[in-house]
């Protein structure tokens, strides 16, 4: 059964960076698309960012140009590098596949400080 590790959260202040990673045990190299996620409270988890394993990749319009998703495929990792943050990136997140097949990990609190 594959697990989902997320790290790499914290309190940054509004235009830092941070670089989230998130870790697959078991073996997952049959799935194609890796993706972040995110949720803040009362509302429904968004979709951030997609790769797939071409290195295709996807983000939602509120964090292009700003966020850039990479994965190392014989790590089993996938990493979400993000600059410029602000506060309305604040949120709890989480990797899965896309779609979501895996059971959700514990995610990564990321706060943005004005």
């Known amino acids: 059964q594959v697990q989902l590790v997320e790290s790499g959260g914290g309190l940054v202040q509004a235009g830092g960076s941070l670089r989230l990673s998130c870790a697959a045990s078991g073996s997952i190299f049959s799935i194609n698309v890796r993706a972040w996620y995110r949720q803040t409270p009362g509302k429904q988890r968004e979709l951030v960012a997609a790769?797939?394993?071409?290195?295709?990749?996807n983000y939602a319009d509120s964090v292009k140009g700003r966020f850039t998703i990479s994965r190392d495929n014989a790590k089993n990792t996938v990493y979400l590098q993000m600059n410029s943050l602000k506060p309305e990136d604040t949120a709890v997140y989480y990797c899965?596949?896309?779609?979501?097949?895996?059971?959700w990990g514990q995610g990564t609190q990321v706060t943005v400080s004005s």
């Open positions: 899965n596949t896309l779609p979501n097949t895996i059971a």
């Open positions: 790769i797939a394993r071409s290195g295709s990749t």
